[in-house]
């Protein structure tokens, strides 16, 4: 099967310097890398190290260096979101000053009540920015749109969300400013992450129609789960990524995203097992769920 080259695709793949690359990370970095080559596209990284006190000393390192022995390239040079602190400070400043966002003073325990949707507390107050969150007010409409995996998704941005932060009070840019923005930037036409974030989508479709920008194409794959129910993180069964492990993990991300790799494969190289996932990478096989138990996976 020869592929055809699609310029137009510019895929990426952004993980969280929060700790090193565990199966689950794996699944979503080879999901996004199959997807972009298989079309003959280009795939970026960018490393989301928006939050300075989370980050886990050598993780980025770490994280690069995972990726290489497991076989995967990038296009380009390596995007850090702690570069692109001007660009987000300008559109906030731009935002504020047409009324569209406006700071917040509510504390985590007046907000308890209320279950994660914003009920605009602050919207007419006019606190000042110093010592508060900045919000994006949301118009009381319904977004949707087509996930390539999931199918439809809406959600009411009012009454499901509530305004939404740009900034967090502690001065950190939040990331629904920082990926619809570094998006737009290095022009990426198709995003492909974890069902985690299905729910974010309408956010960052609404600041891409705010903001003048295109909207990218959405495959959204399953999250591998704890026997909890849990994201798979650093706690439970979720060991960094080993080198003498790439072949076999690899095998098993491909079968977790419906692919069905030969037995052949199972002395191959790293690079050999992401040849042939390019070759045969299928999205539509991909299981149409929102997670996927690490437990049932061989």
């Not at 960018?46 to 995967?72: C, N, T, V």
């Not at 977004?143 to 502690?170: A, K, N, S, T």
């Not at 309408?202 to 994201?231: A, C, M, V, W």
């Not at 977790?256 to 191959?268: D, I, T």
Request: net charge negative; glycine share 8%; hydrophobic share 40%.
């Amino acid at each position: 099967m020869t592929t055809i080259a699609s310029p137009a695709y510019i895929g990426r793949f952004a993980p969280t310097p929060s700790g090193h690359l565990h199966f689950g990370s794996l699944v979503a970095a080879l999901a996004s890398y199959l997807d972009a080559r298989a079309v003959g596209g280009r795939w970026l990284m960018r490393m989301e190290d928006l939050d300075p006190p989370r980050e886990e000393p050598g993780a980025q390192a770490a994280i690069l260096k995972a990726l290489e022995s497991y076989g995967f390239e990038w296009d380009g040079e390596l995007v850090r979101q702690s570069d692109r602190h001007d660009a987000y400070a300008e559109v906030l400043n731009r935002l504020s000053n047409h009324g569209l966002a406006y700071a917040c003073t509510c504390s985590r325990k007046q907000l308890e009540p209320y279950h994660g949707i914003y009920p605009g507390l602050c919207r007419n107050a006019g606190h000042g920015t110093e010592d508060a969150a900045i919000r994006l007010r949301v118009p009381e409409l319904e977004y949707h749109f087509i996930d390539r995996v999931q199918g439809e998704y809406r959600q009411h941005l009012g009454r499901d969300v509530g305004d939404f932060v740009i900034r967090r009070r502690d001065g950190l840019y939040a990331y629904q400013l920082a990926v619809v923005l570094d998006d737009a930037w290095q022009g990426i036409s198709d995003i492909v992450r974890g069902a985690d974030l299905l729910d974010s989508t309408p956010r960052q479709l609404y600041l891409q129609e705010l903001l003048g920008f295109s909207q990218p194409r959405y495959l959204h794959i399953p999250l591998i789960t704890q026997p909890d129910g849990n994201k798979l993180g650093k706690s439970y069964r979720s060991p960094p990524l080993t080198e003498d492990q790439a072949t076999p993990l690899l095998l098993r991300a491909l079968r977790a995203l419906g692919q069905n790799p030969g037995a052949e494969l199972a002395y191959a190289t790293p690079r050999e097992v992401l040849n042939w996932g390019i070759v045969h990478w299928d999205a539509l096989k991909i299981p149409r769920t929102l997670t996927l138990p690490e437990a049932q996976l061989q």
